[in-house]
């Protein structure tokens, strides 16, 4: 008993505004706009010049929800220490936080792909932006329509 002696009393209007803070949380469930996912972009890249090219994404054009979406990356690089792919990142135009998944890559990874699963809010474009060891950046991106479930519809 002298664990529970040692632990401090919460007060139950400590614990109301602890509570109410989690409410007000900013958890409004709003969609990014693409402005938005452009920012994100210029964040990463500065400016630089994007060029498209060298990246094959792999995306359904068409999914039932947005809970599990599989989609796949490969970027054509050699992977050898002068010229490698550092990081791949991808961006949702249509989540609340643009950014969704960032990959990082070594000449030691031998090749740069990954496939994954993400959340997707709503119908969209992925942008998929490869950072090169030269400094250089690679882009593509791809639509996808996220339809509701039949087993979801009011009645």
């Not at 007060?11 to 409410?23: K, N």
């Not at 409004?28 to 010049?49: C, K, M, T, W």
């Not at 599990?68 to 991808?90: A, C, I, N, W, Y």
């Amino acid at each position: 008993m002298k664990i529970l002696e040692s632990v401090p009393a919460i007060s139950r209007r400590d614990c109301l505004v602890v509570l109410s803070a989690f409410g007000l949380a900013p958890w409004s469930g709003a969609f990014a706009e693409p402005e938005q996912a452009d920012a994100a972009i210029r964040a990463l890249v500065g400016d630089a010049r994007v060029r498209s090219g060298r990246i094959a994404l792999e995306l359904p054009p068409l999914v039932e929800n947005g809970h599990s979406v599989v989609l796949s990356v490969k970027v054509q690089s050699p992977m050898t220490e002068q010229d490698h792919v550092r990081s791949v990142h991808l961006f949702a135009e249509g989540n609340p936080l643009p950014g969704i998944l960032t990959a990082y890559f070594t000449p030691r990874s031998g090749q740069a792909v990954l496939t994954s699963r993400v959340r997707l809010a709503q119908s969209q474009r992925i942008w998929v932006i490869a950072a090169m060891s030269d400094g250089s950046f690679w882009q593509t991106s791809a639509e996808t329509l996220v339809t509701l479930s039949a087993c979801t519809e009011e009645r």
